[in-house]
């Protein structure tokens, strides 16, 4: 039996738990807060989408943000997915022996960093070796290095969380954040005292927007987002908000359980034959690695004690579906 | 019970896995001066790369019934994970469409001409033209072949016509490992009958080998010396190595995975813990109690990451247990190098079949002193072993270890 114990997410720009006695600025009632937020937030983004600027910084609260030395090497993901599991810790710290399992995007370092290499590296319009060695490289901040590393979602998050247990950073389009949900519950029946996984991704990286103008059609591309979401689960709980009942990948063509909430997670013209109670992307955005796991924390939110909803999650890649059921128990 | 079905490799040091083998056994090293890009006023001037025209011509010759019609062979990372995938499918005599496959693959796609074109497509200055980056970058990602980290999984999964789950571990030098895992856990799970895993590293580019060299991994004397002495840091090798696992004994190679662990340092950013306590944990894990005759050990060749390997496994084994690695032979695969020292530890064990039960000597050791006091490698080339622990270490503290044995 895995139960989960509280769900934490940032999106931009909600912000919201449930199982816990969170702080103050979280809200009371998660479904509310979220909605009425990223209704401003589908408002702002859809005016910044025609990408004629950069992004602006992720506009956090001071005690969820990396500060510091750490703040140069943080990528926006890994900043998000620091923001989400602190946001978590604050009821109650981790288990040093949990584990922690999180899909992840491709991480990129900051354009206008590697611009500067790139840029300094030029001599008469071409790349030249000999000024990349000389000047391109002594313009690179090493710590930016980090920013492209995607395992450092995982591992900011696992030093924020001081977490020891088995691990892994999966690749994600979404499918690879349902693969990791998998293995968490693995990682639990293995004898982990607790798991956290989750999912923490951007949309805002040039790189990113192109490669999804190019893997989507425009009607499926939505508009990019970005945020972190985790769930925390044991074997064994107190006072769980929620029972996970299935993980697995499935068949797109499946028939959906008649369950009391239907939650989908794809872009707007893959959705299923039955229509969904909620687009998750809607209300979210396109999050990539991040939204599988927003969408089973939006599931959870808008579920009534003892209700059932299915999630299915179609991956921005393959097309491939997973399927991830939730049971809310109070 | 998952077994390994069958192996396959391409290295520095051949186009296939015997020859890499036969290599290794003879001492032989893939390290040699970078020839692909001038390497004048780096700190480290050598590599293990692999020949791109030796790639495409095996690919040809492989393909020579059935081109690729896409392109995707263009890609580096993904035509060395086709080549190891082949050779191993073959060996594994499966007759299965239900099969995963996990490659480890984050490193080696952000190559310069990449780097360049886009910079060049977002004004080519140093500031970002977003509106100019919209126009011309989708060009510029169609002819760099630019691929994310599913990209060389998904491609073996696409041209094999497999239909199991398709998934890239992104655990910097431990994704060949974890990869490997992912797999034997897909299996157990039903998910898939049988699995593709491995990793794949093609990193030698001025990117990220300039990238390396500034921050001081990279080796000044050109040499990868693990455990030793006098090691200065690691060589950056390309390569790609697979296995196939399956749920039932295969004919050629009685090997199976008894056992596997995963940690997290959760110490640093950069330096691993200097203990090597969750090292440890993750070993300790992945052997259950059991023993091994053989450790196929991480190895970099870094002072810090040989000296917490080194702490862990004296704390486990003592100086009983011959260690080995295979990085100052083949260089640091990055995200592959877990996948080939698995290959390592599959070969200690084995007999028979490809594999003919033999350990590897550790190109570059010869003064022991791994910064552990009373650890010296041992190195034992003719002991019968059973059971072999291999280890992949990533940066930012991710470990896994995978325990392989022999079954008479």
């Keep these: ?330 | 019970m998952t077994w390994v079905r069958g192996v396959g490799c391409v290295s520095a040091l051949g186009p296939d896995w015997t020859t890499t083998a036969d290599r290794l056994a003879a001492g032989a090293t893939g390290v040699s001066r970078v020839e692909r890009f001038d390497v004048r006023g780096f700190d480290c001037q050598t590599g293990a790369p692999v020949c791109s025209k030796t790639v495409s011509a095996e690919v040809q010759r492989r393909n020579s019934e059935r081109p690729p019609e896409d392109g995707a062979m263009l890609e580096p990372r993904v035509a060395m994970t086709w080549l190891a995938a082949t050779e191993a499918w073959a060996q594994a005599g499966l007759d299965t469409q239900r099969v995963g496959v996990f490659i480890g693959a984050e490193s080696g796609f952000a190559r310069y001409p990449f780097a360049f074109d886009l910079s060049r497509a977002a004004g080519g200055g140093r500031t970002f033209d977003h509106e100019a980056f919209a126009r011309e970058g989708e060009a510029v990602m169609q002819r760099a072949q630019h691929s994310d980290e599913l990209r060389p999984a998904a491609a073996v999964a696409a041209r094999f016509g497999f239909d199991g789950p398709v998934g890239a571990p992104a655990m910097a030098c431990a994704s060949g490992l974890a990869a490997v895992v992912e797999g034997v856990r897909s299996i157990a799970a039903g998910e898939c009958d049988a699995a593709i895993c491995g990793g794949v590293g093609a990193g030698l580019d001025p990117l990220l080998f300039g990238a390396f060299d500034r921050l001081g991994a990279l080796s000044p004397s050109g040499v990868a010396r693990p455990f030793d002495r006098r090691r200065d840091g690691f060589v950056l090798g390309e390569g790609a190595a697979c296995v196939v696992l399956g749920g039932t004994r295969g004919p050629s190679t009685p090997v199976r995975v008894a056992g596997w662990g995963r940690g997290l340092d959760a110490h640093h950013l950069t330096d691993p813990d200097p203990d090597g306590v969750v090292a440890e944990a993750t070993m300790r894990t992945a052997l259950g109690g059991q023993p091994v005759q053989y450790v196929q050990a991480h190895g970099t060749a870094t002072a810090k990451g040989d000296s917490s390997e080194a702490r862990a496994l004296y704390r486990l084994f003592g100086d009983d247990v011959p260690i080995g690695s295979v990085k100052g032979a083949l260089g640091h695969w990055i995200a592959g190098a877990g996948a080939v020292g698995l290959l390592c530890a599959i070969e200690a064990v084995s007999s028979g079949g490809t594999a003919r039960g033999r350990q590897f000597p550790t190109v570059g050791f010869e003064q022991a002193d791994a910064g552990c006091p009373g650890w010296h490698l041992r190195e034992t080339r003719d002991a019968s072993v059973q059971a072999a622990l291999v280890n992949a270490f990533g940066f930012g503290g991710g470990n896994v270890s995978v325990r392989v044995e022999r079954v008479s």
């Design chain 1, 1 to 330: 039996m895995t139960f989960i114990v509280s769900a934490s997410g940032v999106s931009v720009p909600a912000i919201f738990c449930d199982g816990s006695a969170g702080p103050a600025r979280v809200a009371a009632d998660p479904v509310d807060h979220i909605l009425r937020d990223n209704t401003v937030a589908l408002g702002r983004l859809a005016r910044a989408l025609p990408i004629a600027r950069d992004p602006a910084p992720i506009d956090l609260p001071e005690d969820l943000r990396v500060d510091g030395r750490g703040a140069k090497a943080v990528s926006r993901a890994a900043a998000l997915s620091v923001a989400a599991i602190r946001l978590m810790l604050q009821a109650e710290p981790a288990d040093p022996s949990a584990a922690l399992f999180v899909g992840v995007g491709a991480s990129g370092v900051e354009r206008a960093e590697l611009d500067r290499v790139v840029g300094s590296s030029r001599v008469d319009g071409a790349f030249s070796l000999p000024a990349f060695r000389r000047r391109g490289l002594r313009s690179f901040n090493p710590l930016r290095t980090f920013q492209s590393l995607p395992s450092f979602t995982l591992c900011h998050a696992a030093i924020e969380a001081s977490v020891h247990g088995p691990g892994e950073a999966t690749f994600s389009r979404g499918l690879g954040t349902v693969m990791a949900l998998a293995d968490a519950c693995d990682a639990l029946e293995d004898g982990a005292p607790e798991a956290f996984i989750g999912g923490a991704d951007t949309g805002h990286h040039p790189i990113t927007r192109i490669e999804r103008t190019r893997e989507a059609s425009v009607a499926d591309l939505g508009w990019l987002s970005e945020g972190a979401a985790f769930l925390r689960l044991r074997s064994v709980a107190e006072r769980p908000i929620g029972r996970l009942l299935e993980a697995r990948l499935c068949d797109g063509s499946e028939p959906v359980p008649p369950d009391d909430l239907f939650v989908v997670d794809a872009p707007r013209s893959t959705l299923p034959p039955r229509v969904a109670d909620v687009d998750a992307q809607a209300v979210f955005g396109a999050t990539l690695a991040a939204s599988p796991a927003l969408a089973w924390c939006l599931a959870l939110a808008r579920l009534d004690v003892s209700g059932v909803a299915t999630i299915r999650t179609r991956d921005a890649a393959s097309g491939a579906w997973g399927h991830v059921r939730i049971e809310r128990l109070r």
